[in-house]
């Protein structure tokens, strides 16, 4: 009867633990999913900046933002940018912000918000 119970206690357990892991994998991969289209925002900015090299800021700790509307317009993104359902995220509310760390460097930070993600602050 014992032996029962903790073979039960056991699989149920196990049980468990394989659940848990399959959700953790599931977020990972979406983490990395939409770390991947934050990328490539910036990748795009950055060459949305060099062409548009005075829209950049101007003094330290000045920003800028360019809407991701504004890059897939200017065909920096060629492809539109989806959440992991494949619908397409907020063009408007999406955007990379630079800003002026010193003489000559910037830093681009990408907020994405589509339905079901929204980068957060320190992303």
């Given amino acids: 009867m014992i032996r029962k119970l903790i073979i039960l206690i056991i ?3 196990s049980l468990l633990l394989i659940i848990f892991s399959v959700f953790k ?4 991969n979406e983490l990395k999913y939409y770390n991947n289209n934050e990328q490539e925002m910036i990748e795009a900015a950055l060459n949305y900046f060099r062409y548009y090299s005075n829209y950049l ?3 330290k ?6 809407l991701l509307e ?10 539109d940018v989806v959440d992991i359902n494949n ?13 002026k760390v010193s ?3 910037y830093i681009y930070k990408a907020h994405l918000v ?6 957060k602050d320190g992303d």
């Fill in 11 to 13: 699989s149920f357990l």
């Fill in 25 to 28: 994998f599931k977020e990972i």
């Fill in 57 to 59: 800021p101007k003094t």
């Fill in 61 to 66: 700790e000045d920003k800028k933002i360019v």
């Fill in 70 to 79: 504004a890059l897939i317009k200017e065909k920096y993104i060629l492809n």
């Fill in 87 to 99: 619908k397409k995220c907020n063009y408007i509310k999406s955007y990379v912000e630079v800003s």
């Fill in 103 to 105: 003489d000559v460097d």
């Fill in 114 to 119: 589509c339905d079901d993600y929204e980068t």
